[in-house]
């Protein structure tokens, strides 16, 4: 791992929940991504999804940075993470600390300034529960919080995080997944991103199109995929 990753992994502690989205602790996130402890001691921590669309309502994907631990060169959707143990992103009321993280990172890996992506303008829709492993070592096993939001912005990608970033049109990401699914150009999708697409996504995209998307949360149910 390179001198960025090393900070982020050791310096960053992670929130630590239960399966009902209970902070119990905190740790690393170097340890919350060891699949020796996620294995022998179940950590799950706590993690968040940006699906940020343009006006067109074209979805902007990145991908992942080389020097990435957990999945390295796979194309994922805006902005994936995980809100710190800080008071800022602990927050329970209205998912502002979720909010507040989503904030943070998109600046982080993206260029995006604060001002363009207010903490009112994302729509929390869902939370699931999965995980995955990365490679013997690394992987995931996250409480993850998946948040819409509609804006124009400039990019400014940091190269430590990202490596390549594109918006495409619902079409266009059922062709990206066909590319995957038959190993075509080396093309791969993130887990997490494809248990969104497989249950969620394309629905979801539906209503943001028909202005129905207040129809589509559901921020009581804890979906536990696979």
């Known amino acids: ?25 905190h740790e690393s996130k170097y ?8 294995e022998s001691e179940n950590l799950l921590h ?23 631990v957990t999945f390295p060169l796979v194309w994922t959707n805006t902005c994936c993470s995980h809100p710190l143990y800080r008071e800022s992103e602990l927050i329970q009321e209205n998912f502002l600390g979720v ?35 990365s490679d013997g070592k690394w992987g995931e096993h996250e ?28 079409e266009q990401l059922r062709e990206l997944i066909q590319q ?10 993130s887990p997490w991103f494809r248990l969104v697409v497989d249950n969620f996504l394309m629905g979801w995209w539906e209503h943001l199109e028909k202005g129905t998307l207040a129809e589509a949360v559901d921020m009581e149910t804890i979906h536990k995929l696979k």
């Open 46 to 68: 706590r993690a968040f999804s940006v699906f940020l669309f343009n006006s067109k309502h074209e979805l902007l994907l990145q991908q992942r940075s080389a020097t990435k």
């Open 180 to 189: 995957a699914d038959a190993g075509e150009g080396g093309v791969k999708l």
């Open 99 to 133: 909010r507040n993280a989503a904030q943070r990172k998109l600046l982080d890996e993206l260029g995006i300034p604060a001002e363009d992506v207010p903490v009112d303008q994302f729509t929390p829709l869902g939370r699931m529960l999965y995980k995955a492993p």
């Open 1 to 25: 791992m390179d001198e960025v990753q090393r900070r982020l992994m050791f310096d960053d502690e992670c929130i630590l929940v239960d399966e009902q989205d209970n902070v119990v602790g």
């Open 31 to 38: 340890t919350c991504h060891l699949m020796e402890k996620i």
């Open 143 to 170: 409480l993850d919080y998946l948040l819409f939001i509609v804006r124009e912005v400039k990019l400014v990608p940091n190269p430590d995080e990202v490596a390549d970033v594109k918006y495409v049109s619902r």
